[in-house]
């Protein structure tokens, strides 16, 4: 707390000039956003290399001996935590989050720069406990990324002893950092914006990071508590989750637990965790789509008022990940009409994403193909979403392929579409050189065309009743053949689109040395990081001055202005006022 | 489940009371200049003050939301039948007391603070922080009392829970502890009082709440 | 322009994937239409707002697409549109959750008529439990869970001694009878799933969940387990055979009682000795074997193990195959056995023999001792990490064992030529199990690690063949 904030006052001696403090213990939200984001796409990586063994496993069963069982639902689980914490979570709230707010909302970094730093060591730390489980005896967890007790701690789970035990201690530091990172984004959304900066001027990606920070502060929390139990059930032998059961034939010192509760606790934190990945998500898209469609966003109120209600329901549907977990079944009506209510304001968000486009003057750059992409997978995953909630349709495709589709297409593939935008978008500002756009759109049409021919067909393998979390079909009566080519073209999509990302790697990298220089703002945006002094920013973002807001973060194509856009930060001129006025009325 | 929903559902309420307070409903294409900012306008001052009070307040509010899920986990794992009530040993009153004479010294120290009185923010804050040790050895104690007795942690979920709760609080008190063994050496080490009143405040709060979090968590352990 | 063909071609492949797809619902077999119902009605609802919102976004990009000298209209909000975008939006949530809650209504009334049985999951298979004449299901509790007692009865309940008890992953059951189905797990957490009848619900340890169903179709459909349970997950199949009242009232009464499984049979290691005198001639006096006669060891292998072997010889269910000719020999020598008495008191005799070192092969083996014991890791789940066998797995003793043998009959149930009969419940997993060594050497390595095994573990050993009685 005695930290000295640089976000009210502009100190020279405060930059850092060593190698090692400017990259390495840096504590400039910049550098620590990129870390963040570099780690986040390493550890990815490692979880898309695991999916692609999980589907060679699939299309050729008993065709490799080191895919065996154990090792098959080790994946299975590395890949789901990874990508939906360690990769999601950290790079949309770690990175983007901790580049852009401080830029956008016109401060000179976080409030507490030395908690930021703290909040991403923790996190590399957590990171490293979870990989280190790889190496542990027995291997990672294999129970599936829910953890879900009794059998996440017991013999015939891999990794039921040292795997567990990494998981929940990478998870808990991970909350810890998680926590360090959110108190600094709220506290700074919250008290460092810029003189004329209010609420409803900010940028909606900074509505979506604010709302979907203070979600997982608040859902966090109950992943810390369910691990914490679990932990204790572990290692100390109490009986939080465990019954009076039997394992192995033995009868467990456990007696009188609840594995139910543990579902509640874990899932009370896992459905807003899947806003605190989509809320960014929504953001981020919305403004991309409105700066390269040069328009404002239509509706931005309702968008921020369809963030609010998202967050705040998000919070009273957790059980529709239960309606077959054995809970009392009259759940299920409230649960089914909780779920189904939260539809609404997010089929409004989808809705004026494609308002802006109409009317709009669309520039198909490779940051709105992938805005679009989104728009187009996410309208499919957010549909077979409304299958999933109505408690009846859920009961025969719960724990189907058909979930495993849904997911991926909506939490899985749409975040990570507005992800690669994102990363395409704001490319110019971290670096200042432009990404080879041949090479983006190629990226982008073999991601989105080959991803969407991995998830569309799952669904329909689960419609017929192919359960989730299989190594092996085997034979049943009702799989007929063809299932198992449909298996293998799934996994010929997805070990393509697996390769296809060396061409975003090798663009993000070729295009840091060769790229052109992009200029302070390539894309004409309106919002405060496209208006900094230096790009990339300097440390301290501004400098001499902080930049003053005059204006909403959308003022595209505004009718008597010579220019499609009006940055944030310029003010407005008294002979224009009037006519503007009434152009606007 | 009930009471975090409660919570969570109140914390979001509030959340968005607020938001209708900063103009929600605002037709901000229609506004420009700097003077629509309910901050005051164009004179519009970021104070790091305010900054750390609201960080404290929201980090108050997680912690609260982290031990309201496990009340409900205890609500909901005490309707499971194998819950044999702990009898809590008279221990607990002991500290009780020295949590509030640490919360109560902690209060003088933040007024020796804001008036210049620097004996009295001396002697306030270290004993606010010698009577939060004091605690801590007495929960201690109350630990050896009940495990000496045969309540061992696995031996009933009442007795895990016991453990668990007390255990969490006094880490989020030695957390508390890091930061005023900082500010205590500084004022120890002569350090003007302006630049540890923000520390000392800051402190205070921290160690009023925990004080509040603890009468809930014994009241809750006294009555089930 | 490209991303607005696409979307468009994407939506058309969308739909005619979806109407040329051979994968869809498989045909029902329960009273639950109306779940098929309300997908139905789903699939049109939101096939609708999927190919009319994305044709729509595809139009926009086409004729909103960037031109010289174009610009954007300036429209900050439209209140009218979105009052009607959010008014339908409602609608059509209603028009979906009203028919879904209607059915799930249903679904929550359990018809009081309904007659009930019990499915019993555990680490990896399935049992089955009725209750008996008198309507009640006994107690049960995990305390009292053995070899004698899987189901886990109070011994001493009178409700539970006519309960009829089916120790088989296959279970019976009546067409067009209300069924109030009770779950419940031993270990950890399962899901008795039919495809074709569409509702489930999981087994959870510690408390007895339920739905309802009424069978509508007769046939056999097969049971998959549909939570995950561990690294047999996959492997945790049943059947269930839907038949006429009348057949599955007939097959019910040929289940075994409670208090019948209770009966001390009248095996007797005495009259199993009597019998022995056969096997020694092959398998030694002590039971340890002799690779020249290509007969395996048997001492330290548990009673259920044996006397379900002896069984599947005498049947047919092993050593049928004419590739399998020491099968086949012991095939014949297992009719030496007069009757299910003389099997009991033979298994019980050589369960009762005491441990012997096996007779080695002369064979070296020179496997790759760390990489089977990575392998190894997935026998061990069931067979113990020290190979010592584990009875509720019905897992047999790995460790000390004929390792040439071992060998052996991971190759047979690798080539289909044991544990493909489709009563050979553990045969099977067996097989899929032997699946994954499937390079030349893993085997080899597999039974290089097993022989390091130190088999003589008190503890362990217990676990392998005391029965808990």
Redesign the interface.
């Known amino acids: 707390m005695e930290q000295v904030a640089i976000a009210d006052q502009h100190d020279e001696h405060h930059e850092p000039t060593s190698f090692i403090t400017r990259y390495i213990w840096s504590q400039d939200h910049k550098v620590i956003a990129v870390q963040y984001g570099l780690t986040a796409i390493a550890v990815g990586l490692i979880a898309l290399v695991l999916s692609g063994m999980m589907r060679l496993q699939l299309a050729y069963p008993e065709s490799f001996t080191f895919i065996n069982p154990i090792a098959y639902y080790q994946f299975v689980t590395m890949h789901g935590m990874i990508m939906v914490i360690y990769l999601l979570t950290a790079l949309l709230l770690g990175g983007f989050g901790n580049y852009l707010i401080p830029l956008m909302i016109g401060a000179r970094d976080m409030v507490f720069p030395y908690l930021n730093m703290l909040s991403y060591w923790f996190y590399l730390v957590s990171v490293l406990v979870l990989v280190s489980s790889f190496f542990a005896p027995g291997g990672p967890t294999g129970a599936g990324w829910t953890l879900y007790p009794p059998q996440a701690i017991l013999p015939g789970t891999a990794g039921f002893d040292w795997g567990i035990l990494l998981m929940l201690i990478s998870l808990a530091i991970f909350i810890v950092a998680f926590t360090m990172g959110g108190l600094n984004y709220v506290t700074t959304i919250l008290q460092a914006r810029t003189q004329g900066m209010t609420l409803m001027r900010m940028p909606l990606t900074v509505w979506g990071i604010f709302v979907a920070t203070i979600l997982g502060l608040l859902a966090f929390p109950a992943l810390f508590v369910s691990a914490l139990m679990m932990l204790l059930d572990h290692v100390v032998g109490t009986s939080f989750f465990m019954p009076a059961l039997l394992s192995q034939g033995q009868l467990t010192d456990h007696e009188g637990g609840s594995p139910i509760l543990f579902q509640h606790l874990f899932w009370f934190f896992g459905h807003p965790e899947v806003y605190i990945v989509a809320l960014p998500a929504f953001g981020i898209v919305s403004d991309l789509i409105s700066t390269h469609a040069r328009k404002n966003i239509f509706g931005y109120r309702m968008m921020v008022w369809a963030i609010l209600a998202i967050g705040v329901l998000s919070f009273i549907v957790w059980a529709h990940h239960m309606y077959v977990s054995g809970m009392h079944p009259w759940f299920g009506f409230f649960f089914a009409v909780t779920t189904l209510i939260i539809a609404v304001p997010t089929a409004i968000k989808v809705y004026n994403w494609v308002l802006t486009l109409w009317r709009g003057n669309i520039h198909l750059t490779v940051p709105m193909l992938f805005a679009i992409g989104f728009i187009f997978t996410f309208i499919n995953g957010g549909l077979t979403g409304l299958w999933l909630g109505n408690v009846v349709v859920d009961v025969p495709l719960s724990d189907t392929y058909f979930v495993v589709g849904h997911f991926h297409m909506v939490m899985g593939l749409s975040p990570v579409l507005v992800i690669f935008g994102a990363i395409y978008h704001w490319y110019p500002k971290i670096t200042g050189r432009m990404f080879n756009d041949t090479l983006g759109k190629l990226h982008f049409w073999l991601t989105f065309v080959g991803a969407y021919s991995i998830f569309l067909p799952m669904h329909y393998l689960g419609m017929l009743g192919i359960p989730r979390r299989y190594f092996a079909n085997l034979t049943t009566d009702f799989i007929p053949e063809s299932a198992q080519d449909m298996n293998i073209g799934i996994t010929a999509a997805a070990i393509f689109v697996g390769l296809v990302q060396i061409l975003f790697l090798i663009n993000m990298v070729w295009s840091l040395r060769h790229g052109k220089p992009a200029g302070g703002n390539p894309w004409g945006a309106t919002t405060l990081e496209w208006q900094t002094p230096q790009t990339p920013p300097a440390h301290g973002n501004w400098g001499p001055t902080l930049p003053v807001v005059h204006r909403w973060a959308y003022d595209y194509s505004v009718p008597g202005t010579a220019e499609d856009f009006t940055p944030q930060n310029v003010p407005v001129s008294p002979g224009h006022d009037t006519e503007d006025e009434e152009a606007r009325t | 489940?009930n009471i975090?929903?409660l919570f969570?559902?109140s914390?979001?309420?509030v959340?968005?009371w607020w938001?209708v307070l900063?103009?929600?409903?605002?037709?901000?294409?229609?506004?420009?200049?700097?003077a629509?900012?309910?901050?005051a306008?164009?004179d519009?001052?970021?104070?790091?003050r305010?900054?750390?009070k609201?960080?404290l307040w929201?980090?108050m509010?997680?912690i609260t939301?982290?031990f309201l899920?496990?009340v409900t986990?205890y609500h909901?794992?005490m309707h499971?039948?194998?819950w044999r009530p702990l009898a809590l040993p008279g221990t607990l009153w002991v500290s009780s007391a020295l949590l509030l004479l640490a919360s109560i010294a902690l209060q003088a120290a933040r007024h020796g603070a804001s008036n210049n009185r620097r004996s009295l923010l001396l002697t306030g804050f270290i004993l606010g922080g010698v009577f939060a040790l004091a605690f801590l050895a007495a929960q201690w104690w109350a630990w050896q009392q009940l495990s000496a007795a045969g309540f061992l942690?696995?031996s009933n979920?009442a007795n895990?829970f016991f453990y668990?709760l007390t255990g969490?609080h006094a880490v989020h008190l030695l957390g508390g502890l890091l930061?005023w063994s900082?500010t205590a050496g500084k004022i120890a080490g002569g350090a003007p009082v302006a630049s540890v009143r923000?520390?000392v405040e800051?402190c205070s709060v921290y160690w009023h709440y925990l004080f509040l979090l603890w009468l809930g968590l014994f009241a809750l352990l006294l009555n089930t | 322009m490209a991303i607005a063909i696409a979307l468009i071609v994407l939506v058309l492949v969308t739909v005619l994937f979806h109407i040329f797809s051979p994968w869809w619902l498989t045909p029902i077999a329960s009273n639950w239409g109306m779940i098929d119902g309300t997908i139905d009605l789903t699939v049109w609802v939101t096939g609708f707002v999927f190919v009319a919102v994305n044709l729509f976004l595809a139009y926009a990009i086409i004729r909103y697409r960037h031109k010289q000298g174009a610009k954007a209209h300036y429209e900050p909000e439209n209140k009218k549109l979105e009052i009607w975008l959010t008014a339908i939006t409602t609608i059509g949530i209603m028009a979906l959750l009203a028919p879904g809650l209607f059915v799930w209504a249903k679904f929550v009334a359990m018809p009081e008529d309904a007659m009930e049985f019990e499915v019993v999951g555990q680490q990896w298979e399935w049992s089955y439990r009725f209750p008996g004449e008198d309507g009640v299901f006994g107690a049960v509790a995990a305390r009292f869970y053995s070899g004698a007692n899987p189901f886990g009865l109070d011994p001493d309940d009178p409700a539970g001694q006519d309960d009829r008890l089916v120790a088989s992953n296959e279970v019976t059951l009546p067409v067009n009878v209300p069924l109030k189905v009770l779950n419940r797990s031993k270990d950890v957490l399962h899901n008795f799933a039919v495809p074709q009848f569409r509702v489930k619900m999981d087994m959870v340890p510690g408390m007895v969940t339920s739905y309802w169903i009424t069978p509508t179709r007769t046939g056999t459909f097969d049971v998959l387990c549909m939570e995950l349970c561990g690294i047999g997950h996959y492997l945790m199949r049943g059947r269930v055979v839907v038949a006429p009242e009348a057949d599955f009232n007939q097959w019910l009464g040929e289940q075994p009682t409670f208090a019948q499984t209770q009966e001390q049979t009248t095996a007797s290691a005495a009259a199993g000795e009597q019998h022995y005198v056969t096997c020694a001639a092959c398998h030694g006096a002590q039971g340890e074997g002799n690779p020249q006669m290509n007969s395996p060891k048997i001492a330290g292998l548990d009673q259920s193990y044996i006397e379900r072997q002896l069984h599947h010889f005498r049947s047919g269910v092993r050593g049928a195959s004419p590739e399998d000719t020491f099968g086949q020999q012991m095939a014949g020598m297992s009719n030496v056995l007069p009757d299910d008495d003389a099997i009991a008191s033979v298994a019980t005799y050589i369960a009762s023999l005491p441990d012997v070192p096996a007779i080695a092969a002369d064979t070296e083996n020179e496997g790759n001792i760390s990489r089977g014991k990575k392998l190894y890791q997935n026998c061990a789940v069931c067979h113990g990490d020290n190979g010592q066998g584990i009875w509720t797995m019905h897992a047999p003793r790995l460790a000390g064992m004929s390792s040439w043998y071992l060998s052996t009959q991971l190759e047979h149930f690798r080539s289909g030529i044991r544990g493909t009969h489709k009563t050979d419940q553990y045969g099977q997993q067996m097989v899929a199990m032997a699946n994954i060594l499937n390079d030349s050497k893993a085997i080899g390595d597999v039974i290089a690690y097993i022989d390091t095994l130190d088999q003589g573990q008190e503890d362990s050993s217990d676990t392998a063949t005391g029965r808990g009685n």
């Not at chain 2, 519009?44 to 790091?48: E, G, I, K, T, V």
């Open positions: 489940m975090i929903v969570m559902v914390v979001m309420a959340f968005v938001m900063q103009r929600v409903t605002a037709k901000t294409w229609l506004e420009q200049g700097v629509i900012d309910p901050r306008g164009a519009f001052q970021y104070s790091h305010v900054a750390s609201v960080a929201v980090f509010v997680v939301a982290l899920l496990f986990a909901m794992r499971l039948g194998d942690v696995a979920p895990s668990l969490l930061v900082k923000l520390s800051l």
